[in-house]
């Protein structure tokens, strides 16, 4: 009986998402809004990445509630993770000589290069997110190698209030100052193409990325908490 | 008609099939992590295909990177096997 049911839904399901897929038409034409996206995407933003154009201009909101889901997910691991008694203790080992070696190496060109994509957002392939990310890989691979290796909440904390705090700031003073929130028209564009370019694209994107890192890197340092360090 | 990168694309998408198909049916968590993971990877390279080069890095960063080592860091928590 079970069965039979499981495979009814399956079937509603499937029968659904074939209707959905036959009405998405790939690489036809833009309509609608998209096709404002593409034509005007750029003279209204000088962003050479429209992609990010989209995402932290037009759905800019969207993303701000995606920071905030991030930002309780990281929340509520830390609060769990924090508060539980584990019967399983992880031991944490030493790394093998080449993971400390090549952790010395790369710790630093790793936040190099995810600061680079944060910050050239909004003019190659990569934001906020990815960046961020990029940035935890990084402190992964130190609390790898590195039994003793703890992660400071303290700095993650200030830095991760001040990123959020300031996207919203950036929003509100769009809300002041011109028509809407996160209105792309406070500061000048500049030229398409140059590092400083497409108005606060980039000051909202670095803020995305520092919180995503931060939140990224506790979220790290709270899953390789041993039971001894909760007493 | 087709591209030898098409026939590599289809190639992709079935592996990622077998890969899920795999990491529901084993019963080692390890290996079910493992598999998961390396569908992020494939579907990063299939998003580059399509074009479309910032999702392909999320995918590559979050899909293949971060979620893995979550689940690997849970499953030495946990016992590891499924029941």
Same mark, same amino acid.
């Given at each position: ?10 079937m ?10 036959g ?30 154009s ?7 909101f ?46 630093p060109?790793i936040?190099?290069f ?28 130190l ?10 909440h ?78 | 008609?087709?591209s ?7 190639f992709? $998408?079935?592996?990622?099939?077998? =890969?899920? &198909?795999? @990491? ?6 390890? *290996? %079910?992590?493992? #598999? ?5 990877l $494939?579907?990063?390279?299939?998003? =580059?295909? &399509?074009? @479309?080069?910032?999702?392909a890095?999320?995918? *590559? %960063?979050?899909? #293949? ?19």
């Amino acid at each position: 009986m079970r069965k039979i049911t499981a495979i009814v839904f399956l079937m509603i399901i499937s029968f659904y998402f074939i209707l959905i897929l036959g009405e998405i038409t790939f690489g036809e034409k833009y309509e609608g809004v998209s096709e404002h996206y593409v034509e005007k995407g750029i003279q209204e933003n000088r962003g050479a990445n429209i992609v990010t154009s989209i995402v932290v201009n037009y759905r800019g909101f969207d993303t701000l509630g995606e920071v905030t889901v991030l930002f309780l997910t990281a929340t509520g691991i830390s609060f769990l993770l924090g508060s539980c008694k584990c019967k399983n203790p992880m031991k944490r080992i030493k790394g093998s000589f080449v993971l400390r070696a090549a952790t010395e190496t790369l710790f630093p060109v790793i936040l190099l290069f995810g600061a680079y994509i944060f910050i050239h957002g909004h003019l190659t392939p990569g934001g906020g997110f990815q960046g961020g990310t990029v940035v935890a890989s990084g402190f992964l691979l130190l609390l790898l190698s590195n039994r003793k290796y703890k992660v400071n909440h303290l700095p993650l904390t200030i830095t991760e209030s001040f990123a959020g705090i300031s996207f919203v700031s950036i929003g509100i003073l769009g809300l002041i100052f011109s028509k809407s929130f996160l209105a792309n028209d406070i500061i000048p564009k500049g030229n398409w193409n140059e590092l400083f370019s497409a108005g606060f694209i980039p000051l909202i994107y670095i803020a995305v990325g520092l919180k995503v890192g931060a939140e990224l890197s506790g979220l790290l340092g709270d899953m390789f908490k041993t039971t001894e360090e909760r007493k | 008609m087709g591209s030898i990168l098409e026939y590599f694309v289809l190639f992709l $998408v079935f592996l990622m099939i077998v =890969l899920a &198909l795999f @990491a529901v049916r084993t019963k080692a968590l390890l *290996a %079910a992590v493992i #598999a998961s993971g390396f569908i992020s990877l $494939v579907a990063s390279i299939v998003y =580059l295909y &399509l074009k @479309a080069p910032d999702v392909a890095m999320t995918e *590559a %960063a979050i899909g #293949a990177g971060l979620t893995t080592i979550i689940f690997v860091v849970t499953v030495r928590k946990t016992k590891g096997r499924e029941k």
